[in-house]
C-alpha cells in the first residue's frame, strides 16, 4: 500500500527514462529499486531526489562509501523509516559489511540511543571545553 | 539546568571514584565531562552506563575509532541529543575527523533524513530483493 | 495485527453509535475507517478523541480545510505513523490536493527534514532578532 | 555554543559571498541569519544548501508561500529542531501569519501528534479504501 | 526566547483568569508555570489544553498519579521536549518519586530506547502470539 | 522480511542456547519471541541484550512490573518501534494491565505528545522553579 501510484511504464517519460538510465550506469545494475519507481510519479521530484543520492553517496570523496552506508542506516534506523533500513541495509552488505561489523553498528545505534536519552532526560548542562563557536 | 543535583564532591563515594579513575586512565586525560558528573547521582547507573560505552567505545574492534564516533554523531543528531551532538563532534575531531569530513558527514545525515522522510511520506513497499530473514 | 481487539459489534454500544453517526453525518460518507473502530474499545477515548478531531479539522476556520490537512500529513510523516500517513493523504485528495501540490508537499518535508538536521547537527545559536518573547 | 566555528570574515571566500548576494537579493533584507553564516564553514555545502531553500520556497509554485512555511515549521516542530521553530516562526509572521492562525497551526500539530501515537498505539491495521499503489 | 509574546496582564482577560484560577485551586498553589502563561497567547488553546490536562492528569482514575507522571516524563524525554522533562520530573517529585526511583525510570527509558532501535535496526517480524486484533 | 537471517538451529550455538534457557527459566514459559531469535545472529548482541533486560525489567526493584511495562510501552510508542509496542502491550497484560488501565495509558500518551509539542512549538523558557542542578 502506498499513498501515490507508482506510473506503470514509467520509462515512457524520457526524463524518468534518462534518470533510471543514470541509475543503472551509476550503480552498474538492472535493478532499480521501488523508491525511484514511486518517486517517478513526479518527474522533477525524480531528478533532484537522485542528483543529490548520487552526488552525495556515489562520488568518490573523505569518507569512503562503506561508512557512508553505516551513517545512512543509522539515519533510517533513527528516523524509523523502514524501507531505508532495508534498502541501505543491502548496500551497505553489497560493498562488504561483515555481520560482524553488522552487529557492532547495531550496537552503537542501541547504545547512543540510550546515553542520548539519559543526556535529554537529566538534561545534561554542556560542558566549555565543547565550545567551538 | 538539570533534573537532578550532580553530587558536589562525587569521588567522595569510592564506586564513583572507581569509575572516574578508570575514564580518566581509558582516554588518558584528566577532563570527566558532565554527563558522568550527573549519572554519579547513581552510582549503579554510573557503573553500568561506563561499563558500556568502554566495551562498544572504547575496546579495538571491527569498526575503526572514527567511524564509530561519526555513526555516534549521526543518532544523536537524528536523536535531538544537544549535549550529545557537542561531546561526540568533540571526540570526533580529537580522533582526526577533518572539516571536509565534518561536512561529508552534515551532507550524508541530511540526505539521510531527507530521503527517509520522503520514502515514508509515499509508503514505499519493499523490493522482495532486500529480504534477508 | 493490533494491541487491542476492535469490538465486534461497535454501534450496539450507544455512545459509540452516536460518535459513529456524528462522523457520518460530519464527513456526509457511510465510511468509517479503523481508526475510530479500534479507538471503540474505550468508549470515552473515542468521544474525546473524536470531540477534538471535529472541532479542530471540521469546523470553518482561519486556516483553509487542504492547509489543515497538508500540516496533517507532515506530522505524520515525520512522527513516523504509516496509518496516519495513509489516511490524511487520502483525505487531502479528497479535499483536492493535486499530485503537483503532493509532490511540492514532499519536497518541503523533505527539505525541512533537512535543514533541521543540519542546524542541530551544527547547534547554530539563536539569532536575536528572532526573538518575539 | 556550536560544532563549527563560524568564519570570521565568510564574504572574504568569493563562493560565500556570492550566495549571501544572492540571499539578499532573493529576500529583499540585509539580514543573513545565523545558520548561513554557520554553514559557511564549508562552501559547498552552503552552496547547495541554499539553491535547494531558493528553488522549493523562494520560487513560485503550486503552494502559496503562507502555507509553505506553516509546512516548514510543523516539521520543524516535530523534529525538534529549536533554531528552525524560531526562524520559520518568524518567516510566517513576515508572510503574514496571524496569531489566530499560529494558535490553529499550533493546535493541528498538537492534535496531529496525539493522533499519531494513538494509531501507533494501537498498530491500527489500514483501510483497504486508503490504497493508491 | 520564544516565538509568541506572553501577554503581559493575561489575567485582565477574564477567560484566561478563570484558567489561572481553576490551575491554582486544582493544584493548591499559587505557582502558574510558564507554560500557561504562555498559552494564554490564545485563550481558546489554553482553555482547551488545561481542560484535557486537568481531565487526564488531576482526577482520580485507574493510575495512580506517581506512575501518570512517569509515563509522561518517558514521553517528553522521547520527543525531546527540554521545558516538558523539567516540568514533569519536578511534578514527579513532588507526587513522592524517589531518587531510586527516578533512576530506575532512566534505566528503563535508556534500555527501552535500546531495544527499539535495536528491533527496528533488525525488523524483527511480529510474533503471531502477539495479535489481539 | 528482516535485515538479518535468524539462525536456523539456534541453540545449536551453546551461548545462545544458555540465553534462551535463561530466558525460559527466567519468564517462566517455553516461549522465546522472535527479536531473540534475531539477535541471536550474534552471541554477543544477544547476551549483553538479554543481560541487561533481565537485569532492569526481571528483577524486583523500587518500580512494580506493571508500571515498568507502561514506561516501555510508552518508549516504544514514541520511538516508533511497532514490534516492540506489540510485545510490551502483551507483557503489560500479562502483568495484568486493565483495558481501563490501557485506555488511560494511551490518554496520557497522546496528552504528552500534545504539549510536548505545544511547549517546542511555543519554546517556552524554562521556570527557574524547575532547576535542580
Redesign the interface.
Known sequence: ??????PRNPESDPRVKAVFDDIRATRNTE?I???WR??A??A??LE??WA??KR??ATP???DPL??E??????????????????H??AATAKGM??????????????????????????????P?????
Not at 553505516?70 to 534498502?87: F, W
Not at 555481520?99 to 536519552?117: D, G
Not at 571545553?129 to 563557536?133: K, L, V
Open positions: 500500500m502506498s499513498t501515490v501510484q507508482a535493478f529499486n521501488q523508491l514511486y518517486l510519479f513526479d522533477t521530484l533532484q531526489t543529490e543520492v552525495v553517496m570523496s573523505a569518507l561508512t557512508k553505516l551513517v545512512y542506516i543509522t539515519a533510517s534506523v533513527i528516523n524509523g523509516c523502514s524501507y531505508c533500513v532495508h534498502s541495509t543491502a561483515t555481520p560482524q561489523q553488522h552487529a557492532e553498528l547495531l550496537s552503537i545505534v542501541a547504545l547512543a540511543s540510550k546515553t542520548n536519552q539519559l543526556a535529554t532526560a537529566l538534561q545534561v548542562p554542556l560542558d571545553e565543547f565550545d567551538r563557536g
